[in-house]
Protein backbone atom coordinates (compact mmCIF):
# COMPACT_ATOMS: atom_id res chain seq x y z
CA UNK A 1 0.00 0.00 0.00
CA UNK A 2 1.23 3.38 -0.85
CA UNK A 3 -0.45 6.37 1.32
CA UNK A 4 -0.06 10.43 0.19
CA UNK A 5 -1.04 12.72 2.62
CA UNK A 6 -2.41 16.37 1.60
CA UNK A 7 -4.22 19.14 3.72
CA UNK A 8 -1.32 20.57 5.78
CA UNK A 9 -1.66 24.22 5.94
CA UNK A 10 -1.09 27.16 8.54
CA UNK A 11 -4.40 27.94 10.56
CA UNK A 12 -5.02 30.23 13.51
CA UNK A 13 -6.62 29.34 16.22
CA UNK A 14 -9.75 27.77 16.72
CA UNK A 15 -9.82 26.97 12.78
CA UNK A 16 -10.12 23.75 10.78
CA UNK A 17 -8.57 21.87 8.12
CA UNK A 18 -8.84 18.44 6.80
CA UNK A 19 -6.25 16.14 5.68
CA UNK A 20 -6.47 13.62 3.48
CA UNK A 21 -4.34 10.05 3.28
CA UNK A 22 -5.01 8.67 -0.36
CA UNK A 23 -3.84 4.82 -0.63
CA UNK A 24 -2.91 3.26 -3.59
CA UNK A 25 -1.96 -0.28 -4.37
CA UNK A 26 -4.23 -1.92 -2.08
CA UNK A 27 -8.05 -1.76 -0.94
CA UNK A 28 -7.34 1.00 2.35
CA UNK A 29 -10.55 -0.96 3.33
CA UNK A 30 -9.24 -4.31 4.16
CA UNK A 31 -6.57 -2.72 6.74
CA UNK A 32 -6.41 -0.34 10.18
CA UNK A 33 -5.76 3.25 9.18
CA UNK A 34 -5.64 6.62 10.76
CA UNK A 35 -3.18 9.38 11.72
CA UNK A 36 0.03 9.84 14.04
CA UNK A 37 1.75 12.93 14.82
CA UNK A 38 4.96 14.58 15.54
CA UNK A 39 5.30 17.84 17.41
CA UNK A 40 9.28 19.40 17.58
CA UNK A 41 11.10 17.76 20.11
CA UNK A 42 8.20 15.03 20.85
CA UNK A 43 7.72 11.73 20.23
CA UNK A 44 6.03 10.68 17.84
CA UNK A 45 1.49 9.92 18.87
CA UNK A 46 -1.00 8.41 18.11
CA UNK A 47 -3.76 10.74 16.87
CA UNK A 48 -6.87 8.89 15.43
CA UNK A 49 -7.69 5.65 13.40
CA UNK A 50 -10.37 3.17 12.54
CA UNK A 51 -10.26 -0.58 11.60
CA UNK A 52 -11.18 -2.59 8.56
CA UNK A 53 -14.68 -2.70 9.62
CA UNK A 54 -15.06 0.71 10.51
CA UNK A 55 -14.75 1.44 14.43
CA UNK A 56 -13.27 4.11 15.48
CA UNK A 57 -10.81 5.26 18.42
CA UNK A 58 -8.95 8.92 19.26
CA UNK A 59 -6.38 10.05 21.82
CA UNK A 60 -7.89 11.57 24.82
CA UNK A 61 -6.39 15.07 23.21
CA UNK A 62 -8.10 15.38 20.21
CA UNK A 63 -11.86 14.06 21.31
CA UNK A 64 -14.67 16.29 20.29
CA UNK A 65 -12.59 17.92 17.76
CA UNK A 66 -11.28 15.58 15.39
CA UNK A 67 -12.98 13.10 13.18
CA UNK A 68 -11.42 10.39 10.98
CA UNK A 69 -13.82 9.22 8.18
CA UNK A 70 -13.14 6.72 5.47
CA UNK A 71 -14.14 7.20 1.69
CA UNK A 72 -13.87 3.31 0.38
CA UNK A 73 -14.93 4.19 -3.36
CA UNK A 74 -11.71 6.58 -2.79
CA UNK A 75 -9.55 4.71 -1.26
CA UNK A 76 -8.83 7.57 1.07
CA UNK A 77 -8.99 8.32 4.86
CA UNK A 78 -9.47 12.03 6.03
CA UNK A 79 -9.32 13.96 9.51
CA UNK A 80 -11.35 16.59 10.06
CA UNK A 81 -9.66 19.00 12.54
CA UNK A 82 -11.55 21.48 14.12
CA UNK A 83 -11.48 23.95 17.19
CA UNK A 84 -7.79 23.89 16.53
CA UNK A 85 -4.89 24.40 19.32
CA UNK A 86 -1.74 25.84 18.93
CA UNK A 87 -0.43 22.60 21.07
CA UNK A 88 -1.71 20.65 17.82
CA UNK A 89 0.75 21.79 15.62
CA UNK A 90 3.01 18.69 14.29
CA UNK A 91 3.70 16.87 11.45
CA UNK A 92 0.95 14.24 11.13
CA UNK A 93 1.51 10.84 9.26
CA UNK A 94 -1.34 8.70 8.21
CA UNK A 95 -0.81 4.93 8.59
CA UNK A 96 -2.13 1.54 7.87
CA UNK A 97 -1.54 -1.89 9.33
CA UNK A 98 -3.56 -5.03 9.09
CA UNK A 99 -5.13 -7.14 11.88
CA UNK A 100 -5.46 -4.41 14.33
CA UNK A 101 -9.16 -4.21 16.25
CA UNK A 102 -10.58 -1.61 18.49
CA UNK A 103 -9.03 -2.74 21.11
CA UNK A 104 -5.63 -2.54 19.77
CA UNK A 105 -5.96 0.57 17.49
CA UNK A 106 -3.16 2.59 19.56
CA UNK A 107 -0.64 0.29 17.87
CA UNK A 108 -0.80 1.70 14.81
CA UNK A 109 2.57 3.41 15.68
CA UNK A 110 3.76 0.16 14.49
CA UNK A 111 2.36 0.67 11.17
CA UNK A 112 3.02 -1.57 8.17
CA UNK A 113 2.94 1.36 5.84
CA UNK A 114 3.36 5.37 6.07
CA UNK A 115 3.00 8.11 4.23
CA UNK A 116 4.95 10.97 4.03
CA UNK A 117 4.14 13.69 6.54
CA UNK A 118 2.21 17.05 6.37
CA UNK A 119 2.21 19.78 8.63
CA UNK A 120 -0.29 21.32 10.34
CA UNK A 121 0.57 24.60 11.89
CA UNK A 122 -1.79 26.39 14.56
CA UNK A 123 -0.97 30.06 15.44
CA UNK A 124 -2.56 31.50 18.76
Known amino acids: VQLQAFGGGLVQAGGSLRLSCVAS????????SGWLRQAPGKEREFVAA???????RYADSVKGRFTISRDTAKNTVYLQMNGLKPEDTAVYYC???????????????????WGQGTLVTVSS
Open 95 to 113: AARQGLIHSSLTQLQEADY
Open 25 to 32: GRTLSRYA
Open 50 to 56: LTWSGST
